[in-house]
């Protein structure tokens, strides 16, 4: 099985910084990497697909980079509702989730 | 608009069985592969089921023998149906949609771009 391990666990930042989010694989995943935001009592909603292509909608300040085994999800100045829970998801081979980070104020 | 219903979820006792729906709305339901996820309360993500267009299933060796994913294309609907439930099986669970995401390593890639926002499952005495 594929493990997913994302740092840091939990992040504090303030409106306007630019925050990253490291998330790394137990083996090669390629660039089959996503990302997704999940907020409480909420299901998650994906931000970044395939490392670094932003799905629709979502806003610019989102960026994914990666490949193999190393990736980071970057959120560049920080908005009131990007306060939330991050998880990447590794898809090369079924599915597994790293643990979450959060990011609060 | 693209949209995922659950339904079936509640209290259960420990070995008991339950089986959860979704109906599916605003998209080709029977040209998409779709899964379920799980989250415990308080804790990640966790994949539980998959089934493809062509109604192949697949499932992690965490729950396989006692889930069932099924799709029903003529109702736009998906199951899953749990058996010899257990405490650690309380949690809320997700109908997910996969979308394609490329080909390689001499696969086809699908990641989950849409999510209901789920039933809860509790397993309790």
């Known amino acids: 099985d594929i493990q997913m391990t994302q740092s840091p666990s939990t992040l504090s930042a303030s409106l306007g910084d630019s925050v990253t989010i490291t998330c790394r694989a137990s083996q ?3 660039v089959w990497l996503a990302w997704y935001q999940q907020k409480p009592g909420k299901a998650p909603k994906l931000l970044i697909y395939k490392a670094s292509d932003l799905q629709s909608g979502v806003p610019s300040r989102f960026s994914g980079s990666g490949s193999g085994t190393e990736f980071t999800l970057t959120i560049s ?10 998880y990447c998801q ?4 079924y599915w597994t989730f790293g643990q979450g980070t959060t990011v609060e104020i | 608009e693209v949209q995922l219903a659950e339904s079936g979820g509640g209290l259960v006792q420990p070995g008991g069985s339950l089986r959860l729906s979704c109906a599916a709305s605003g998209f080709i339901f029977s040209s998409y592969d779709m ?3 799980r989250q415990i309360r308080g804790k990640g993500l966790e994949w539980v089921s998959g089934i493809g267009t062509a109604a192949d299933t697949h499932y992690p060796d965490s729950v396989k023998g006692r889930f069932i994913i099924s799709r029903e294309n003529a109702k736009n609907s998906l199951f899953l149906q749990i058996n010899s439930l257990r405490a650690g099986d309380t949690a809320v669970y997700y109908c997910v949609r996969a979308y394609f995401s490329g080909f390689g390593d001499l696969n086809d890639h699908y990641h989950m771009d849409v999510w209901g926002k789920g039933t809860t499952v509790t397993v309790s005495s």
């Open chain 1, 77 to 86: 100045s920080l908005q009131a509702d990007d306060f939330a829970t991050y």
């Open chain 1, 28 to 30: 090669s995943v390629s």
């Open chain 2, 35 to 37: 899964h379920w996820v």
């Open chain 1, 90 to 93: 590794q898809y090369k081979t």
